[in-house]
């Protein structure tokens, strides 16, 4: 039997269990998600939030105004081990956390529902610069994403960072580090910024079309992986340029499924120079991956064309294919199939009027570094460091 990709009740899957809800105004069921809890409930948001006349502000208003001991927080950028570390200190404790706003917000919340279960730094249960293993204890935390990005809502892991010399951008990872409730409202996304939208949406299909391509993807979620490409694909356009509701909520799952992808079937090459670069240099994640993700994808179909026989090449060419088959009418592809979709797909980064990577820090040095550390983690085609820093290069200049 085929699964219902429209029902609300089998998109919460992913989330195991959690408390799920989806669709325009779904955000409304949040005061009696949090009514069971009497003690001190922290709201994590961006920076500014509040000053804002969007329904996600009046998502956090209403909050604040509605119960007794709330705390609100802000995050301003992307989350790093200190702030968690510092908020920890502010609140000393608290009944569950709840973040509302984009992956920064989400990942900052989700970490420090962790550590008020933990003793010691932050750093120090980071994959890759800790020496602790986090126990897998976390207080009740509550995403409401405001962006179609991250997915962080679907995820098991935070990530945080310093960015510069010496910096690092890992992971506080473990596979019960998972929401108590997800709420996926379109209309909390409302009023962002075209960048934001752009970048975060980019980011989303990124993610999609990395775990749907990874050598360990899921026979279970490769077909909703699909599924989210074709809603992305579709509906990000609009969402950037002119959006409405249907393309707002649209994308909002398509970054969620793009989260639960992320956990269960792993990333390819674009997150693989992304994470590095987010340590060297104070470049949004979702702008990153929006920059490099489109040279990286053509130069991937070109490595499969020429090893066919290499693990996952020859199947990846067929789905890439098929899925170009699929959106040839709203992509007007004619004679030039897998390569004239791709190529409309590079293009969306200067079309959304999106910046370059250098105006974000980038340079030489910084491509050397990114490189040195570098990974084409699942992606089926084995890029390697001469055509990273092609790709980079073209992300960059």
């Known amino acids: 039997m085929a699964e219902d990709y429209r029902s609300a009740t089998a998109l919460g899957k992913w989330v195991q269990g959690a408390r799920f809800a989806c669709g325009i105004g779904s955000a409304s069921v949040l005061p009696e998600w949090l009514a069971t809890f009497s003690g001190r409930i922290v709201a994590v948001t961006g920076c500014g939030l509040d000053s804002r006349q969007t329904p996600a502000s009046s998502c956090l208003k209403n909050f604040m105004e509605t119960g007794k001991n709330r705390v609100h927080l802000t995050v301003d950028g992307e989350p790093s081990d200190l702030w968690v570390d510092e908020a920890k200190r502010a609140i000393g404790d608290a009944d569950a956390v709840l973040s509302i706003g984009g992956g920064s917000a989400l990942d900052a919340g989700k970490a420090l529902a962790v550590l008020l279960e933990e003793e010691g730094a932050t750093k120090d ?30 995820t098991a892991n935070a990530v945080l960072g310093r960015p510069g010399e010496g910096g690092f951008k890992k992971s506080l990872r473990h596979a019960d580090f998972r929401a108590a409730g997800v709420i996926l409202d379109g209309k909390l996304t409302e009023g962002a910024p075209k960048f934001v939208c752009a970048a975060s949406g980019l980011d989303a299909l990124t993610q999609l079309m990395e775990a749907w391509l990874s050598l360990e993807v899921e026979p279970e979620i490769e077909k909703w992986l699909e599924h989210g490409l074709l809603l992305a694909l579709r509906h990000l356009p609009e969402a950037v340029n002119n959006p409405s509701d249907s393309s707002r909520q649209a994308m909002l799952e398509a970054a969620y499924l793009s989260g639960a992808g992320l956990s269960r079937c792993g990333l390819g090459t674009v997150h693989g120079l992304a994470g590095p670069m987010g340590a060297v240099a104070a470049v ?70 999106l910046p370059k990577l250098g105006e974000s820090g980038i340079g030489e040095k910084q491509i050397e570094r990114v490189v040195a550390t570098g990974s084409d983690r699942n992606n089926p085609a084995r890029l390697g460091k001469e055509v990273w820093k092609k790709v980079l290069r073209e992300a960059t200049w």
Do not use: Y
């Not at 980071?126 to 679907?154: C, D, H, I, Q």
């Not at 009418?329 to 590079?346: R, S, T, V, Y």
């Open 284 to 353: 949004p994640h979702g702008l990153a991956c929006a920059r490099i993700q489109g040279p990286c994808l053509i130069e991937s179909v070109r490595w499969m064309r020429e090893n066919p026989g290499s693990p996952g090449c020859s199947q990846g060419l067929k789905k890439l294919e098929n899925l170009a088959l699929q959106l040839s009418e709203h992509f007007e592809i004619e004679g030039n199939g897998l390569d004239d979709f791709l190529k409309q797909i590079a293009a969306w980064a200067d079309a959304f009027g």
């Open 125 to 154: 249960f980071l994959e890759g610069v800790g020496t602790k293993k986090p126990s897998g204890k976390m207080k009740p935390w509550f995403a409401l994403p405001t962006t179609a990005g991250t997915g962080s809502e679907a």
